[in-house]
């Protein structure tokens, strides 16, 4: 079965800095791959989706990489801010070894962020 | 537009206690879904429907049943609870396929079974 892998313990990152978040995913190979950002006590709010045949896509401060050979996604920020602490789920997608129609989600990276 | 909401937000229940969580969207979606979130396991999808009156299972569908008898609602069911589903459950919808169209997430129920 599918497996998805994101740091496990929390990240922390001066301001100011790039916070780089890793999703590696095995038993699959996905066409999509989105990630989250969810806050404490709140339901995850939708940041990026990048398809297979995009090596990266940017968002303001935020950019995504996609590489299917080393079964990987990178997330970056940029600038980091405290207001940027979260926890970020990624979730591949679609393509050849999937689940049912919903999302398989990682287990998400506690990001913070110190003044 | 409201989004995505749930209700109720808070719930304890009791062992062999059944309930209904409601889930409601107003951007007309066709997919909506129920998933579960604990410590240490993430989120893991319930059951999910991809238009009016179908529902499909997930990747944990066991102790639930759910309702999607009109296209804004999405209905979960404990039939009759148990201390192991304790846990905050969110519901979800999406336009499309939930491959390539992001999922607009409800603020969660959180539910305590004694």
């Known amino acids: 079965s599918q497996k998805i892998e994101q740091n496990s313990e929390a990240l922390n990152i001066q301001e100011g800095k790039t916070a780089t978040l890793t999703c590696n995913y095995t038993?699959?190979?996905?066409?999509?791959l989105q990630w989250y950002r969810q806050d404490p006590g709140r339901g995850p709010v939708f940041l990026l989706l990048i398809r297979e045949n995009e090596k990266e896509k940017r968002k303001e401060r935020l950019k995504v990489t996609f590489d299917t050979t080393l079964k990987q996604s990178l997330f970056h920020i940029t600038a980091s801010q405290p207001a940027d602490s979260a926890t970020y789920l990624c979730?591949?997608?679609?393509?050849?070894?999937?689940?049912?129609?919903?999302?398989?989600f990682g287990k998400g990276t506690h990001l913070i962020i110190q003044p | 537009n409201a989004g995505v909401t749930q209700t109720p937000k808070f719930r304890v229940l009791k062992t062999g206690q059944s309930m209904t969580l409601l889930c409601a969207q107003d951007m007309n979606h066709e997919y909506m879904y129920w998933y579960r979130q604990d410590p240490g396991m993430g989120l893991r999808l319930i059951h999910y429907s991809v238009g009016e009156g179908t529902t499909a299972k997930g990747e944990v569908p066991d102790g639930y049943n759910v309702s999607r008898l009109k296209k804004q609602n999405f209905l979960l069911g404990l039939e009759s609870a148990a201390p192991s589903q304790t846990s905050v459950y969110f519901c979800?919808?999406?336009?499309?396929?939930?491959?390539?169209?992001?999922?607009?997430f409800g603020p969660g129920t959180r539910l305590t079974v004694l």
């Open positions: 038993n699959y190979s996905p066409a999509y």
């Open positions: 979800a919808s999406s336009p499309g396929h939930p491959s390539y169209n992001e999922q607009f």
């Open positions: 979730a591949p997608a679609g393509g050849s070894g999937g689940g049912a129609d919903g999302l398989t």
